[in-house]
């Protein structure tokens, strides 16, 4: 019987007291497997007992160096807490040692960013893109970081397909109205994303405050 597969089946419906006894049960028969601590954190993180979560990564790494979701789950609880600089270390573990998808590269570059260390963010991010180029959330953030960095022609891009893909994404419209407003001499594109940005959400009042300075500007 495998404990592990059932425990993850009883968390992804929510039945985490189920899942918590059937990773006990697999810590239990294999004391000695990673996987078993790794899960079981995963799902101590999912019910926010964070210090008993960490305690439970931490041992996943003692007893294998090499288990990438260990680090990951470690660094997303390190990244909660505003620990960037540690959560950073940790995704970059996990990617070292083989972790699949473009989460860990995402929230490697999140990471980055939130400690201001945007050009260090950039390579990741372009991987994070790279790796789920149909990712919303991704090529937005990839755009928003492009445009802080200045590289406006390539942030369009971005910024122009997640309208495409969501035309009612508020901060898209915004991001995108900045650029126009900072890098052309395009102020009605401005002022059309900018306007855009405040239909769709209505508090949304940086985007009418920069649409307010570039309609004086215009006219």
């Known amino acids: 019987m495998n404990y592990n597969e059932i425990g993850i089946k009883a968390f992804q419906e929510k039945r985490y007291e189920d899942a918590a006894k059937a990773f006990t049960e697999a810590i239990e028969n294999n004391p000695n497997e990673a996987?078993?601590?790794v899960n079981f954190g995963n799902l101590l993180a999912a019910m926010?007992?964070?210090e008993r979560a960490?305690?439970?990564f931490q041992k996943a790494i003692t007893i294998d160096e090499r288990v990438a979701t260990a680090y990951y789950g470690l660094a997303n609880l390190y990244y909660n807490a505003e620990r960037?600089?540690?959560a950073a270390k940790l995704y970059q573990k996990s990617i070292e040692h083989g972790i699949q998808g473009a989460d860990a590269y995402y929230?490697?570059?999140?990471?980055?960013?939130?400690?201001?260390?945007?050009?260090?963010a950039l390579p990741y991010m372009q991987r994070a893109a790279e790796l789920a180029p149909e990712d919303i959330q991704i090529r937005l953030s990839y755009g928003i970081l492009l445009c802080t960095l200045e590289m406006f022609d390539i942030a369009k891009n971005?910024?122009?397909?997640?309208?495409?893909?969501?035309?009612?994404?508020?901060?898209?419209?915004?991001?995108?109205?900045?650029?126009?407003a900072v890098s052309t001499e395009n102020s009605e594109a401005a002022m059309h994303h900018l306007k855009e940005a405040f239909t769709i959400e209505p508090k949304f009042d940086?985007?009418?405050?920069?649409?307010?300075m570039v309609s004086q500007r215009f006219n």
Do not use: C, T
């Open 54 to 56: 960490e305690r439970f």
């Open 84 to 86: 960037y600089v540690e």
């Open 206 to 212: 940086q985007a009418k405050y920069i649409y307010d």
């Open 107 to 120: 929230m490697l570059a999140k990471s980055f960013e939130r400690d201001e260390k945007q050009k260090l």
């Open 48 to 50: 926010n007992d964070v």
């Open 158 to 180: 971005e910024l122009d397909f997640v309208i495409e893909k969501d035309p009612k994404n508020a901060d898209a419209h915004y991001n995108l109205g900045v650029l126009y």
């Open 35 to 37: 996987i078993g601590y």
